[in-house]
């Protein structure tokens, strides 16, 4: 009940054992313990609030701050318990059973989930009863009801208590407690001792589901397992997938069983995972994520090329080991549909846009997914490094931030052509030339050796060096010390600027500028 | 950007039947380099086929002058072609795709890409075209409006023949303006150009 004012406390920076009121079109709606102990309740004004308790924090609700900051706590629970549902921001409930078992009891389980959720930077109750709606007024007071115990522990609470929660009561519950009330029924059992058939005739569905709660009568569980996946295409392959063309029909029928579930749903596919099953029980799986929501044409060009990929892996150990049986496509995130609607005039050069995705995708679909790619601005210092490509139809995404600064990114302009070879640097004795610890040449470089451009420097500018990636030993070719120099190979009108980096004791041509 | 029209070099009798020619309707050329638009004018309409040699500063400008007035280009069988180049050029990425390693038969591919592209850079890796595909080809280029920019490979029958060479370097940062070796860094590459061509007069052209 109190979790906006901890959230509040969280975001104004005040400890949350401090006076706290949340406050809602001038009401508070929410209040701390300390405030709670000098007067303030909710439903106050907040003029009268702060009246009451003159150092009491104002704040204003926001159920975006309350999720933000349970997050949290969701996920210490979620290492602990997986599968919580989050009724609301402030309180999740869990199924018990198995955590008691693991932790042998129900009493170890209840303390290992105040621990973590302490670990978490909050505090907790843990209330455990046999249906949900007891759990959650059981955690008022901390308790753990007995199995079938539930009606004996509801009995004794008021019957206002029946409408305090939010998440389990409609708006208009106080009317019905306040009116039962009036009429002199004062707590839960004695509202849970009256006929079903009376309350029904009397106030309404509303109430039924009340007295279903003060009897403790079992209601919708806590499912504690995935949601249906309800637009789920599945296709069971007749005679099972071994070939490439077999494959790529099946992609094309399954692909559009998928979209006319995702119409029907309004919504469009922008992750999609492709699951194949083969004879022997072997699974795999590969999930495609795209920057578009996806059309029927590409989906169905996703799955060719998944299962081409699949059936012709070049070692023959890692191919499926079985003709592929189940095809099963699961959009995994989907947006809704007004995001791939397309406008009805087209923006300015959309039809040209879209007249060239048409021609890449042809050749895509001539070449495999690879072949057709977009360039993207990366970050780095080497003209290669800072172009990603992308292959097109991915998310655009470069391999590092390009609006970070950089230090030591070469200047304008940048060679027009980009190479990888291996080149030899020599000064004049015909020793090569090394970069030092200190980035300064050993002896100035006079010759170049390369296939195809060796001649005399007439000029030559460097080392630049740079440390890259030190920390990362994965990327072990890209990193270290390395340095990038320029030189003129050649004089007169045949002389060819180069850049040549130095990498690994080695001296590589990068690019040429011509 | 200085540059010059200078002596006559190449070119042939059918140069000068277009220097008294129809005047050139700008809607339908392609988008120039600055350079280039001011040297060799009316060079490249679209719909043709272009053979460049040479520097490869060329076709970078190029790409970067088509997709900066909002035209779509594919580069294909070109891995190196540097795309830094370009950006600093005033290319706009999203437009270009690039298609690296078209497999045995580039040629098909960049048919394919001219129904939707304005420019498709297409290196042959030193093979010719027979006569015979090319001409289905420059039809296909001439319908779809899209041209075609062979390059590292020869073309029976283009319309255009770009050269590009590099004249000289600008060192920035030299002593007294003369290069000195361990001083300063590549500032500028100097090219010439020449353009060969039915529609165009031969010139001789130096730009940077």
């Given amino acids: 009940m109190d979790w906006p004012a901890v959230a509040a406390a969280a975001t104004i920076g005040v400890a949350p054992t401090m006076p706290i009121a949340v406050t809602l079109a001038n009401r508070v709606v929410a209040c701390s313990a300390a405030a709670r102990a000098v007067g303030v309740r909710r439903g106050l004004r907040r003029r009268e609030a702060q009246a009451r308790c003159p150092e009491l924090h104002v704040v204003a609700a926001d159920p975006a701050r309350d999720a933000r900051h349970f997050e949290r706590v969701t996920a210490a629970v979620d290492e602990l318990v997986p599968r919580a549902e989050v009724l609301r921001p402030g309180l999740s409930v869990l199924p018990v059973r198995g955590a008691a078992r693991y932790f042998g009891s129900e009493q170890a389980a209840a303390e290992k989930l105040v621990d973590a959720v302490a670990a978490a930077g909050t505090e907790c109750q843990v209330g455990i009863a046999d249906q949900l709606p007891t759990a959650v007024f059981a955690a008022r007071p901390g308790r753990i009801v007995e199995p079938g115990q539930d009606a004996v522990f509801l009995s004794g609470l008021s019957i206002r208590q029946l409408a305090a929660e939010p998440s389990l009561a409609p708006a208009d519950r106080e009317n019905l407690t306040d009116l039962l009330w009036r009429m002199g029924i004062r707590t839960v059992g004695q509202f849970a001792e009256l006929p079903r058939g009376d309350v029904a005739s009397r106030f309404g569905a509303d109430a039924v589901t009340a007295h279903r709660i003060a009897c403790g009568e079992p209601g919708r569980p806590p499912s504690g397992r995935d949601a249906e996946d309800e637009l789920d295409a599945v296709m069971n392959c007749d005679p099972p997938i071994d070939r490439v063309d077999a494959a790529a029909f099946a992609g094309r029928s399954l692909a559009s069983v998928l979209h006319r579930s995702l119409l029907a749903a309004g919504v469009g596919c922008t992750r999609l995972a492709i699951h194949a099953e083969t004879t022997n029980g072997q699974e795999l799986e590969r999930v495609w994520r795209c920057a578009e929501p996806l059309t029927e044409d590409a989906t169905a060009d996703r799955v060719r090329w998944q299962l081409d990929g699949w059936l012709n892996r070049r070692h023959q150990q890692d191919r499926p080991c079985a003709p592929i049986s189940v095809l099963r496509l699961r959009p995994v995130e989907v947006v809704s549909a007004e995001a791939l609607q397309l406008p009805l005039w087209g923006g300015l050069g959309e039809e040209d846009r879209l007249r060239a995705r048409r021609a890449l995708v042809r050749v895509q679909g001539l070449l495999g997914p690879d072949a057709v790619k977009v360039p993207i601005l990366s970050g780095g210092r080497s003209p290669i490094e800072r172009i990603t490509f992308i292959p097109l139809g991915d998310e655009p995404v470069p391999a590092a931030n390009p609006d970070q600064p950089w230090p030591g990114q070469l200047p304008e302009p940048s060679p027009t052509v980009l190479l990888d070879d291996p080149v030899e640097v020599l000064d004049v004795d015909g020793n090569p030339v090394r970069v030092t610890a200190r980035g300064l040449f050993t002896a100035d470089p006079v010759r170049l050796e390369a296939p195809g451009c060796t001649g005399r420097l007439s000029w030559w500018a460097g080392p630049w060096p740079v440390d890259e990636r030190w920390w990362d030993a994965a990327a072990e070719a890209r990193s270290g010390r390395a340095a990038r120099a320029q030189v003129l190979v050649g004089s007169g009108a045949t002389a060819r600027a180069l850049l040549l980096c130095y990498r690994q004791r080695r001296w590589y041509l990068e690019g040429a500028y011509e | ?208």
């Fill in chain 2, 1 to 208: 950007m200085s540059g010059k029209a200078s002596a006559k070099v190449g070119g042939g009798r059918r140069a000068v039947a277009a220097e008294t020619g129809l005047p050139i309707d700008h809607d339908s050329l392609l988008p120039m380099p600055e350079s280039l638009a001011e040297l060799l004018p009316g060079s490249l309409p679209r719909g043709t086929v272009a053979v460049v040699s040479g520097a490869r500063s060329l076709e970078v400008s190029l790409v970067a002058a088509v997709t900066a007035e909002g035209g779509h280009v594919a580069i294909v069988g070109r891995p190196d072609l540097g795309l830094l180049a370009a950006v600093e050029m005033g290319a706009d990425l999203s437009r270009i795709a690039v298609v690296a390693h078209p497999g045995a038969d580039p040629v098909e591919v960049a048919a394919v890409l001219m129904d939707g592209m304005d420019l498709v850079v297409l290196g042959l890796g030193g093979r010719s075209v027979p006569a015979s595909r090319a001409r289905a080809l420059v039809a296909r280029a001439r319908q779809r409006g899209c041209t075609l920019l062979v390059a590292d490979g020869d073309w029976q029958g283009a319309s255009t023949r770009l050269e590009a060479r590099v004249s000289g370097y600008e060192i920035a940062g030299g002593r007294d303006g003369v290069p000195t070796p361990g001083c300063g860094r590549i500032s500028r590459v100097r090219l010439a150009m020449r353009a060969r061509g039915r529609s165009v007069r031969p010139v001789r052209a130096v730009g940077g």
